[in-house]
């Protein structure tokens, strides 16, 4: 437990599922260098203050989301420079992840631009699932909403997250998303809960909320019982064609603190440093780490933006004395070794992958 300033009436430190708006909006408040502390105090307590985990994200199928989502490149309704692409073969799947694997990732991430997956689609994912888990990899998929059957069925073939971001707060979520509820978001991540794995949910941030938005998601976030295990922060990538492609840039200030609230909230959770990261430098990046962001996506691309170089993170986690966190308890010891310093692989642009803009 952590006895903070006297700028707030209650306890650091605790894992907690009645978080207050108006509590989380006090932690937003506090100077800078106080959030800071408290974020990377939490954080020791619970992971080791120099791993990051590492992931790489998928799309295994591109563009023709019939969604609304203002910010997302891949939605039907908006015209972007995105080329569609029908589901991939679950063959050049498992070659993205054994070269993603080669490269340092425990985990992949495959993603799909729907709104829920089909029937006929429910065989080839199944099929991913099963090859990534053989590779030694944990697995992570997000393909929309699921019904309670369909997240059964991705369990039993291995799955071990299931990505479903809120996105926004409910206050705010009608104005970027009309085409599916905030219950319908919730009743997803409960199907999944309820098949017993583990829940990979987050935010957007940049969105042109307000300072008590991002206040609201967080708490939204942390109140789910229990915590989501993975908790991506994204910073907006603003994409031509879409209604938010002009909106106000976020102030780097906002973001990193909106990383530390996250981390104070949810100290079991891994923080995940996402989408935008391309345009963050090394010491924005840096204060995120120190803020408690301790997994990120890795990789030239995510699904529809640009990400840093793995060179690049490479030579950023060198500077910072960070290594990988690696699988607890993975049988397979050639993963459990790897570490990015001894994966310096060739970079190649690779059209398989692509950035996390959601």
């Not at 080329?83 to 490269?103: C, D, G, H, W």
């Not at 809960?193 to 990979?200: D, E, L, Q, T, Y």
């Amino acid at each position: 437990m952590i006895k903070a300033n006297s700028a707030l009436n209650f306890e650091l430190g605790q894992l907690r599922h009645n978080w207050s708006n108006a509590e989380v909006n006090a932690l937003f408040d506090l100077p800078f260098n106080d959030l800071m502390f408290y974020a990377q105090s939490i954080h020791r307590q619970h992971f080791n203050a120099n791993e990051v985990q590492v992931s790489t994200l998928l799309s295994i199928k591109t563009g023709a989301c019939p969604e609304d989502c203002k910010y997302c490149s891949q939605s039907a309704r908006y015209k972007t420079d995105i080329e569609k692409e029908k589901l991939m073969e679950v063959e050049k799947v498992l070659e993205a992840a054994e070269k993603a694997k080669e490269q340092g990732s425990t985990r992949f991430c495959m993603g799909a631009a729907w709104r829920n997956p089909k029937e006929r689609d429910m065989p080839y994912v199944v099929e991913m699932v099963k090859g990534v888990k053989k590779l030694g990899m944990e697995t992570c998929m997000t393909l929309g909403m699921l019904s309670s059957d369909q997240a059964s069925e991705l369990q039993e073939a291995g799955l071990d997250y299931y990505n479903h971001n809120l996105d926004t707060s409910p206050e705010h979520y009608n104005q970027i998303i009309t085409t599916r509820s905030y219950q319908d978001r919730l009743d997803t991540l409960s199907n999944v809960r309820s098949a017993g794995m583990k829940v990979c949910s987050g935010g957007i941030v940049g969105l042109g909320e307000k300072a008590t938005d991002r206040a609201s998601l967080l708490a939204q976030l942390a109140n789910l019982s229990p915590q989501p295990e993975s908790v991506p922060i994204n910073m907006l990538v603003k994409i031509d064609g879409t209604p938010l492609s002009d909106v106000e840039d976020l102030d780097n200030f906002d973001f990193i603190r909106c990383i530390a609230v996250a981390r104070i909230m949810m100290p079991n959770s891994h923080v995940r440093l996402s989408a935008g990261r391309d345009a963050m430098n090394e010491q924005m990046q840096s204060l995120c780490f120190l803020a408690g962001a301790n997994s990120i996506f890795y990789g030239c691309k995510l699904l529809t933006a640009g990400n840093p170089e793995s060179n690049a993170d490479i030579a950023l986690f060198n500077k910072l004395g960070i290594n990988t966190e690696t699988i607890a308890n993975n049988v397979d010891e050639e993963v459990e070794a790897q570490v990015l310093q001894a994966k310096v692989a060739e970079q190649e642009s690779d059209s398989l992958f692509y950035n996390a803009a959601k």
